[in-house]
């Protein structure tokens, strides 16, 4: 398993400014997510991180909004953009541990950062 | 396209009792299947995951999921509930048809236990 270190764990934004969240691993690891989880919704895929290229964002996602840094296999950092009320969410960080990136590997979860924009 | 569905905003259920949990799953291929948790303020725990061989597969807590082929089920199951146990469960499928293999998330049922 991996240890997730999100920071920070909460804040409180105004609209129009940004916020980076930061996501450290206790270990080296392949792919990293940025998760997107709304007030009583499930979780949305943001982007998927690879260190050395550019991010892949989902549907609906876009790169000025959300964008990402992957500088080394321990360390990726989401900046939520311009923000807008809209944006209040948990956001969570996610990864593979490398070398068993396959389809039957559990996906591991930091604990999360609960960001209100007012 | 993969997805899961969680038919249950929330089940009741009271402590000593057996709990169900339900998740159904539509798939091209075969089916990689996933549960977690989630507690209050904090992020997503791994409870278990079927890959393939058995289909009644053990995890943690206490927790067990039958696989179900014909049903297209991976109903999440405990013998005897606690209230330590309330929280969110949220069921997920590997997404086989991109390249990221990312998670695909149903939409959670917040489980009570009553004392």
């Known amino acids: 398993s991996a240890v997730i270190s999100q920071k920070p764990s909460r804040d409180i934004c105004q609209r129009g400014t940004s916020l980076t969240i930061q996501c450290q691993v206790d270990?080296?690891?392949?792919?990293m997510f940025w998760y997107r989880q709304q007030p009583g919704q499930s979780l949305t895929l943001i982007a998927t991180?690879?260190?050395?290229?550019?991010?892949?964002?989902e549907s609906g996602f876009v790169i000025d909004k959300f964008p990402i840094s992957r500088p080394n296999l321990t360390f990726s950092t989401l900046t939520v953009s311009n923000m807008s009320p809209e944006d209040s969410s948990i956001y969570l960080c996610?990864?593979?541990?490398?070398?068993?990136?396959?389809?039957?590997?559990?996906?591991?979860f930091g604990q999360g950062t609960r960001l209100t924009v007012v | 396209a993969q997805s899961v569905a969680q038919p249950e905003d929330q089940v009741n259920v009271a402590e000593g009792n057996p709990l169900t949990v339900k998740c159904t799953y539509s798939v091209s291929g075969n089916p990689y299947l996933f549960w977690y948790v989630q507690y209050p303020n904090r992020g997503l725990q791994f409870l278990l995951k079927y890959i393939t061989g058995d289909n009644l597969v053990k995890g943690s807590y206490g927790f067990e999921a039958e696989f179900n082929k014909s049903q297209t089920s991976f109903h999440l199951k405990k013998p005897s509930a606690l209230v330590s146990d309330s929280a969110l469960y949220f069921c997920?499928?590997?997404?086989?048809?991109?390249?990221?293999?990312?998670?695909?998330f149903g939409t959670g049922t917040l489980l009570a236990v009553q004392p």
């Open positions: 997920a499928v590997r997404d086989n048809g991109g390249a990221t293999n990312k998670l695909i």
């Open positions: 270990s080296q690891v392949t792919m």
């Open positions: 991180a690879n260190q050395g290229s550019e991010a892949t964002y």
């Open positions: 996610s990864v593979v541990s490398r070398g068993q990136m396959s389809m039957n590997t559990e996906a591991f």
